[in-house]
């Protein structure tokens, strides 16, 4: 079983940058793929960022492209998404979630395990 716990969301004005953290309950990111995902109300769950361990291979959504940036710390076991620019379309509350087959990165039932979520608000 994978545990995944997100931190650093928090409300935030048109503009600033937030740095969300995905850790890990034991050592996870060099067997999965680490996505995460966002939720705004009334919406699906749509793909943000991905972040292939192995080989560092990285996928974003176009509407956060040169915005966000996903990285990770294998030693802590934990995966980051630094957001700047931040917009008030990108409130949202905010998983990641380990991916556990082999559909597309961008596809929610690709991932297994994920995370309660973090809220990320942005007001104008």
């Known amino acids: 079983q994978v545990q995944l716990v997100e931190s650093g969301g928090g409300l935030v004005q048109a503009g600033d940058s937030l740095r969300l953290s995905c850790a890990a309950s034991?050592?996870?990111?060099?067997?999965?793929?680490i996505g995460w995902f966002r939720q705004a109300p009334g919406k699906a769950r749509e793909f943000v960022a991905a972040?292939?361990?192995?080989?560092?291979?990285?996928y974003y959504a176009d509407s956060v492209k040169g915005r966000f940036t996903i990285s990770g710390d294998g030693a802590k076991n934990t995966v980051y998404l630094q957001m700047n620019s931040l917009k008030p379309e990108d409130t949202a509350l905010y998983h990641c979630?380990?991916?556990?087959?082999?559909?597309?990165?961008?596809?929610?039932?690709?991932?297994?395990?994920w995370g309660q979520g973090t809220q990320v608000t942005v007001s104008s």
């Open positions: 979630a380990a991916k556990t087959s082999a559909g597309r990165v961008v596809q929610t039932p690709s991932y297994g395990y």
């Open positions: 034991r050592r996870t990111f060099s067997a999965y793929t």
């Open positions: 972040i292939t361990w192995s080989g560092g291979t990285t």
